[in-house]
């Protein structure tokens, strides 16, 4: 069973730009959470979608959006991108909810100028 | 506000030795502790905690939750360089809203020397 994939892996935008990340879940699985993250503050909660509604919802400003398709993948968008952004993006998806393992793919980094 | 620490930051051992790795948190309305293991890009799992003093064990590793105290360890015997990694350390919160989102500790570095 192929694993969670993460399009793009990299990526270098500028500020003020905007940015959208792709995740497609392990077959199955219906639950893609995003995470951010950076050295200074770890792994931080973005959005969890399920059945196409988001779920769940960390503290990110509303520059942070996401959306899930109904074959389960998901995608995030960063608009007006800030230096701080600068950050590796990480996707997780499971069969129900996080109560259920979460599998985590590689992430995309992305680097903003 | 919901908080997981972990500790030590970092940790360096010698192939061969006994690590332990701690998580405490704050969380209302505790619904479980996960750990993950992350080498390069991807967190991996290793344990879902949800009962006080029940330990889980993967060949050498193993972890149990006190649920009164707040805390969790992960033990790790006879070190091997290829456990050098981050260890993740988060709790699953059930909010009012019924979300239930990941809050994740910083981490504990783990480097392995031969």
């Known amino acids: 069973k192929a694993g969670v994939t993460q399009t793009p892996r990299y990526l270098i935008k500028t500020r003020g730009q905007q940015v959208t990340l792709s995740c497609s879940p392990i077959s199955g699985h219906r639950s893609v959470s995003w995470y951010q993250q950076t050295p200074g503050q770890g792994l931080q909660f973005l959005f969890e979608y399920f059945s196409e509604t988001q779920r769940n919802k960390g503290n990110f400003p509303g520059r942070f959006s996401g959306r899930q398709f109904s074959n389960s993948r998901s995608e995030m968008n960063v608009s007006t991108l800030e230096l701080g952004d600068s950050a590796l993006y990480l996707c997780?998806?499971?069969?129900?909810?996080?109560?259920?393992?979460?599998?985590f793919g590689p992430g995309t980094r992305l680097t903003v100028l | 506000e919901d908080k997981v620490v972990q500790s030590p930051l970092s940790l360096v051992v010698h192939e061969g030795d006994t690590v332990t790795l701690n998580c405490s948190y704050e969380?209302?309305?505790?619904?479980?502790l996960l750990w993950y293991k992350q080498e390069k890009k991807a967190p991996t799992f290793l344990f879902m905690l949800t009962s006080s003093g029940i330990e889980k064990k993967s060949g050498r590793l193993s972890s149990i939750l006190d649920k009164k105290e707040l805390f969790s360890i992960l033990n790790i015997t006879a070190t091997q360089t290829g456990d050098s990694a981050v260890y993740l350390c988060?709790?699953?919160?059930?909010?009012?809203?019924?979300?239930?989102?990941?809050?994740f500790g910083k981490g504990t570095r783990l480097s392995v020397i031969a």
């Open positions: 997780a998806s499971s069969l129900a909810d996080a109560n259920n393992e979460q599998f």
């Open positions: 969380v209302t309305n505790f619904r479980s």
């Open positions: 988060a709790v699953e919160a059930l909010r009012n809203s019924g979300n239930t989102p990941l809050v």
